[in-house]
């Protein structure tokens, strides 16, 4: 984790209601990470804790929470790259990737692909049957590759 990073979370968990403390309950979590942007449920907050609670007490020591936030930077950096893939798809911008646009985006790419194996590709990811692939539909592709 970079400096400057380590730096910020430190200064979340200090200027926080926490006053120092080396640990911080699920509760508490919640709310530094809210001031960082994100808005999560109990449930959220409680499985936040199970992943990174090295020693099961139930809180969270600094170093756990640094891990648990660097998970959550790379997610969001995920999350971030796979919406401009979909951008780059998705030309019209209308939340769809039709066939056309598959086609013209992989002939950039040199792939020539015929009529049947874009339309197998959009079959396979088209989970609602709509003959388009949607955002969620792009996501779930793109995390199965």
Do not use: H, W
Not at 80 to 86: C, H, M, R, S
Not at 120 to 126: L, V
């Amino acid at each position: 984790m970079c400096p400057r990073l380590y730096s910020s979370l430190r200064c979340c968990i200090d200027g926080s209601s926490l006053g120092g403390a080396s640990c911080i309950t699920p509760e508490e979590l919640g709310t530094v990470i809210k001031s960082l942007g994100q808005n999560p449920s109990e449930e959220e907050l409680q499985e936040m804790v199970q992943e990174v609670d090295a020693d099961g007490n139930g809180s969270i020591e600094f170093g756990e929470f640094l891990n648990l936030m660097s998970r959550k930077v790379k997610e969001t950096n995920v999350e971030e790259e796979l919406k401009e893939a979909f951008k780059v798809f998705d030309k019209d911008q209308n939340g769809f990737i039709s066939a056309t646009e598959l086609r013209n985006v992989m002939i950039n790419l040199g792939e020539k692909l015929t009529d049947e194996e874009v339309e197998k590709m959009i079959k396979e990811a088209d989970l609602d049957g709509d003959g388009q692939v949607n955002y969620e539909e792009f996501v779930r592709m793109m995390m199965t590759v």
